[in-house]
T-cell receptor, first 115, second 115 residues
């Protein structure tokens, strides 16, 4: 079956612009995560959705970052007034949900470059 | 706060030999999970192996095994019979025993398998 997909694969934008990054999780997966991976580092947690609601957004760095999942499937990460420091690979992962099933399946990521 | 430490930025191993990648963790949670992910140069995160904090036996998945030493708070990955395709970044990660299962990652170890 299809894995987690993310679009676009690459996004180049200018400082101050608005960007949207999309994640399509595995069908039936109720849990969805966004992570950010800067060059040479491990991924850092941003936000977690269970269904439509953001159950944990403690990793969002500031109020320029926002994410939605209106129908409990596709999620969009939105970044306002982008800064050069936002340049990174944004990874999305999904998990089937519920207790006892731990594996998160990752998408290929979106590489964001802010000029 | 939870923390994952990977002290080996880079490792070399000869093809067909075994290699151990180190991971130590810090948490005050009684329940947690430990993961290893592989990230090839293509960028996707590939799940390798999982160990629960209450699991009595070390996890194994094919050529991968996790050497779990709870008292020492270590969760080293052992790869047996290394193959050229094992060359990649390897990340150790931890999840809390709550409902979020969000992952905290280490900084990674780059493994290079020599022919």
């Amino acid at each position: 079956g299809a894995g987690v997909s993310q679009t676009p694969s690459n996004k180049v934008t200018e400082k101050g612009k608005y960007v949207e990054l999309r994640c399509d999780p595995i069908s039936g997966h109720t849990a969805l995560y966004w992570y950010r991976q800067s060059l040479g580092q491990g991924p850092e947690f941003l936000i977690y959705f269970q269904g439509t609601g953001a159950a944990d957004d403690s990793g969002l760095p500031n109020d320029r970052f926002f994410a939605v999942r209106p129908e409990g499937s596709v999620s969009t990460l939105k970044i306002q007034r982008t800064e050069r420091g936002d340049s990174a690979v944004y990874l999305c992962a999904s998990r089937i949900g519920g207790s006892g099933d731990n594996e998160q399946f990752f998408g290929p990521g979106t590489r964001l470059t802010v000029l | 706060a939870q923390k994952i430490t990977q002290t080996q930025p880079g490792m070399f191993v000869q093809e067909k030999e075994a290699v151990t990648l180190d991971c130590t963790y810090d948490t005050s949670d009684p329940s947690y999970g430990l993961f290893w992910y592989k990230q090839p140069s293509s960028g996707e995160m590939i799940f390798l192996i999982y160990q629960g904090s209450y699991d009595q036996q070390n996890a194994t998945e094919g050529r991968y095994s996790l050497n779990f030493q709870k008292a020492r708070k270590s969760a080293n990955l052992v790869i047996s019979a290394s193959q050229l395709g094992d060359s990649a970044m390897y990340f150790c990660a931890m999840s809390r025993g709550d409902s979020s299962y969000k992952l905290i990652f280490g900084s990674g170890t780059r493994l290079l398998v020599r022919p």
